[in-house]
């Protein structure tokens, strides 16, 4: 079973960056797409940004602008650049891949643990 695994939260002041990864432990037959969610306390997880096989991006209104969402196919990782950061970005940070492991089995979704990430003062 291939596993995601993040990496790069952290503790940053209003305004500061911060780079989450998101490696896979194994390789998939294919990828169809490669998401960051977050979920703050008291509230659901939301989408945050999303990018597919071909390249293409979307990110929730709120991140659009500071946040950026690039992959390395290669590695079978996807990274999410976050700058400006505000105290409302404060969450815990999934990441998400909807892939298929191998030709006869069907698309699956795929989630990494979670890492916190704090902007705060």
């Known amino acids: 079973q291939v596993q995601l695994v993040e990496s790069g939260g952290g503790l940053v002041q209003p305004g500061g960056s911060l780079r989450l990864s998101c490696a896979a432990s194994?390789?998939?037959?294919?990828?169809?797409?490669m998401a960051w969610y977050r979920q703050a306390p008291g509230k659901q997880r939301e989408l945050v940004a999303r990018?597919?096989?071909?390249?293409?991006?979307n990110y929730v209104d709120s991140v659009r602008g500071r946040f950026t969402i690039s992959k390395d196919n290669a590695k079978n990782t996807v990274y999410l650049q976050m700058n400006s950061l505000k105290p409302d970005d404060t969450a815990v940070y999934y990441c998400?891949?909807?892939?298929?492991?191998?030709?006869?089995?069907?698309?699956?979704?795929?989630w990494g643990q979670g890492t916190q990430v704090t902007v705060s003062s």
């Open positions: 998400n891949f909807n892939a298929r492991l191998s030709w006869l089995l069907g698309i699956e979704d795929y």
């Open positions: 194994g390789s998939f037959f294919s990828i169809v797409v």
């Open positions: 990018i597919t096989s071909a390249g293409s991006t």
